[in-house]
């Protein structure tokens, strides 16, 4: 892209898209990204004029605006070496929808595809992309993992956090029995169908408390919000200590201050 | 089949509320994926094999006409007859009127869905014809005036005691206190109760698994053995299909049938495998005396060529429906009508209309593992969405979401706005949500608050918090 003179290769530019739910409720997570992506040796960029990647509009059928959205953050984005997405639902988006909800447009399709190929999850970035095999960071307890379904079926996370995980020390990963079934959430599902959201991610909070692990950890926010609120609300109910409930890349940075999600600062 | 498919939630509601029913999905969600699981682990080949499936089946459609056409002319030449129905009407008449040509009383069913679909049971029975199942599922839900719930294990949805409570109700020749405590003796009962039914039937009607084009055989599977007994014991054997059920040749049959039923069941095969070819011949030991097969349309060739042609490659597996945490939670009945799971909430709003079926492929998470185990590989999560894209261009979407939507857009597509609102959310929830961390009960969250908390913001959002940070460092 850009010319380069000096013997040191430049650093990559890495644009982060931040997602609406990190930039709304938990902006630690952001951060956290920023860290990890700077540890890889990448240099970050927040493109001020991003929102959301148009994911709502894709799913509840309204394509026309989903496409206005696309187009606008492939503008933003196209100009990086790397788009870099903490979720796999936000990156599952750009990444494999992007191009088929452009495809009756080849010029924009054809750019879509481009930043299809430059976009990643952050687990996957740092893992597969970057190499990275450790983190210095230390996390005392107990954690077990969900697999967001996006990530898991779309971009293929699987390994990498657990990988990455197990470099953190004091940290102990249990698997979770079924952590591959879906939460619940499911964007609009979860307030358009509450009822069987809540079922699902009733059964999904009884197996993340029948694991006994101290805390609970995934790489999308929404998932996350829709297993912290549950867990939060059946603890209230039986007076049990709260799962904490945290975003990978958190505990993957070190950036463990705040208090969980769902959970008042002490 | 009448539908209650614009019920969906209402269904729902009463399913997750229904105690037999969710302890007879507990059993299921843990019984059929592992299964399969464990027969595919066995077979290094199954990923190449759902490949030669896909392509299979898209062979055949690309070419249904041929095939349909080759198939009719080897049905013909082997001695039996092709009928062709365009709706659930036609067929049933047809049915009908074979029935009353052979003077058929009764008739001998194997599990077919494709009667489900065009409600052959009750117009039978309003016919002065009476229809008996066979397969034992089918026959449990028959003797209770049900519906399946499920397209291969139709009575997944009770419970041993459910069944047995109905067998007594229904078998009160036998003696009241006899032994119904273990599952083999339910099995045993419902065979000699149906072991004289299959002795005087004088039709037998079977769905197809497959149809072959190049000998114009049907195939059907069955792990009971009732299905041999339906087609080979009457004077006719009738055979119920779908257009889209025709496959080239046997060795195509046999390719999906490595697939099938290892995907339903997790078996390596189906106990019995039956492939028939026209009827009786003159040195055959046993057979039906006629052979027929309705082919039926219902709007199956109105998706050739449509973003939902792909949905036709389905061979009635159910691994979808097996392996959907939605139906795992509500079971098939909510669903409203023959179809349920993620194939029914394509199929449905094919074959009824999606203004009757609304519902159904909204109500999907979208987590694609029922797209990850289906056999033909078919895209069932695309082409929900495309029956979504419909339902907003025809207005059928519900008004408070679309507008809610169409709001978040217009901000979504001018971001100074954006970020001032979501700064604004951000301190506001986050200050009023900082003394728990969380709502127990939030303003226009209710149906997300009604059962779990809905997590407090930190305060401030990423962009503001980064923007300012940026412009502290330039200073």
């Known amino acids: 892209m850009s010319s380069v003179s000096d013997s040191t290769p430049a650093k990559p530019r890495v644009g982060l898209f931040v997602t609406c ?9 952001g951060f956290a990204a920023v860290k990890l992506i700077e540890e890889s040796g990448c240099q970050v960029e927040v493109p001020g004029l991003q929102t959301c990647c148009g994911q709502p509009a894709f799913n509840s059928g309204d394509k026309q605006d989903a496409a ?84 898991l079926r779309e971009l293929g996370v699987k390994r990498q956090p657990r990988t990455l995980l197990g470099s953190v020390r004091g940290l102990t990963l249990k698997e979770l029995p079924g952590a591959e079934i879906c939460c619940g959430f499911g ?80 | 089949m009448q539908s209650t498919s614009h019920a969906f939630k209402d269904n729902a509601h009463e399913a997750l509320g229904n105690r037999h029913l969710q302890s007879a999905l507990d059993k299921m969600r843990a019984g059929f994926p592992q299964r399969r699981l464990d027969a595919i682990g066995k077979l290094p080949e199954f990923e190449d094999l759902r490949e030669q499936g896909r392509e299979i089946k898209n062979h055949v459609l690309e070419n249904l006409d041929w095939y349909l056409e080759r198939y009719e002319r080897n049905v013909i030449a082997a001695g039996g007859h092709v009928h062709w129905a365009r ?22 069913k194997g599990k077919t869905m494709i009667a489900e679909e065009v409600g ?22 028959q003797l209770r005036r049900e519906p399946p719930s499920h397209i291969i294990a139709p009575a997944i949805h009770l419970t041993k005691g459910q069944v047995e409570k109905t067998f007594r109700e229904t078998h009160t020749d036998l003696p009241p206190d006899r032994n119904l405590e273990e599952p083999r003796s339910l099995v045993a009962e419902a065979r000699t109760m149906l072991r004289e039914k299959f002795l005087k039937a004088d039709v037998g009607i079977t769905g197809a698994n497959f149809l072959i084009a190049e000998t114009g055989s049907s195939v059907i599977v069955t792990n009971e053995g009732n299905g041999d007994l339906t087609q080979l014991l009457p004077r006719a054997h009738i055979v119920l299909a779908s257009l889209e059920k025709i496959v080239p040749t046997l060795e195509d049959a046999a390719a999906l049938l490595r697939l099938l039923a290892r995907s339903a069941t997790g078996q390596d095969m189906s106990v019995y495998t039956t492939v028939s070819t026209g009827p009786r011949r003159a040195e055959d030991p046993d057979g039906p005396g ?13 998706m050739l060529g449509t973003e939902f042609q792909e949905m036709l490659r389905c061979i009635r597996c159910g691994a979808c429906m097996n392996h959907c945490p939605v139906y795992g939670a509500i079971g098939g009945h909510a669903y409203g009508w023959v179809y349920p799971g993620p194939m029914g909430a394509v199929l449905t709003p094919s074959l009824i209309g999606i203004e009757n079926a609304k519902h159904l492929p909204n109500a999907s998470t979208f987590c694609g593992k029922c797209e990850s185990v289906c056999p033909m590989k078919i895209p069932l999560p695309k082409m929900m969405r495309h029956y979504r894209e419909r339902e907003w261009q025809r207005r ?35 200050l009023l949500g900082r003394r728990q961390g969380s709502f127990y009960n939030l303003p226009l969250a209710g149906a997300w608050t009604a059962t779990r908390d809905m997590p407090a913001p930190q305060g401030r959002s990423f962009q503001e918090m980064w923007h300012q940070r940026r412009k502290k460092k330039a200073v």
Not at chain 1, 107 to 121: G, H, V, Y
Not at chain 1, 211 to 223: E, I, P, R, S
Not at chain 2, 87 to 108: H, S
Not at chain 2, 291 to 302: A, P, T
Request: aromatic letters at 8%.
């Open chain 2, 396 to 430: 059928l979407s519900p008004p408070a979401a679309r507008v809610g939507l169409k709001f978040w857009a217009f901000l979504a597509l001018r971001p100074p706005l954006y970020h001032f609102f979501y700064a604004i959310a951000a301190q506001v929830l986050g």
């Open chain 2, 87 to 108: 709706t659930p009407e036609e067929m049933r008449q047809i049915v009908l009127g074979l029935c009353r040509k052979l003077g058929a009383r009764t008739v001998t």
């Open chain 2, 120 to 141: 052959l049971n009750d117009f039978l029975e309003s016919e002065g014809v009476t229809p008996i199942e066979t397969d034992l599922g089918e026959y449990i839900i």
């Open chain 2, 290 to 302: 006629e052979y027929h097969v309705i082919l039926l349309d219902n709007g199956r060739s109105g």
């Open chain 1, 21 to 29: 739910l990190v930039d709304l409720f938990r902006p630690s997570v």
């Open chain 1, 187 to 266: 964007g609009t599902f979860c307030v358009k169908y509450p009822e069987i959201s809540d079922k699902m991610v009733g059964t999904k909070a009884d197996d993340i408390l029948a694991t006994g692990a101290d805390t609970l950890l995934a790489g999308d926010m929404g998932c996350l919000m829709n297993m912290a609120g549950k867990l939060k609300r059946l603890c209230t109910e039986t007076g049990a200590r709260p799962t904490r409930v945290r975003h990978v890349a958190e505990v993957l940075a070190g950036l463990t201050d705040e208090p969980p999600i769902g959970e008042a600062g002490g």
């Open chain 1, 68 to 151: 206005a959205i696309a187009r606008r953050t492939i503008l933003l984005f196209e100009g990086f070496d790397y788009v870099v997405v903490p979720s796999g639902s936000c990156g599952g988006m750009i990444k494999e929808h992007y191009p088929e909800l452009l495809q009756d447009d080849p010029p924009w399709q054809a750019r879509a595809t481009t930043l299809a190929e430059r976009t990643w999850e952050l687990m996957v970035f740092l893992h597969d992309v970057r190499g990275m095999r450790r983190v210095e960071a230390r996390y005392d307890g107990v954690v077990t993992y969900h697999d967001s379904c996006s990530g």
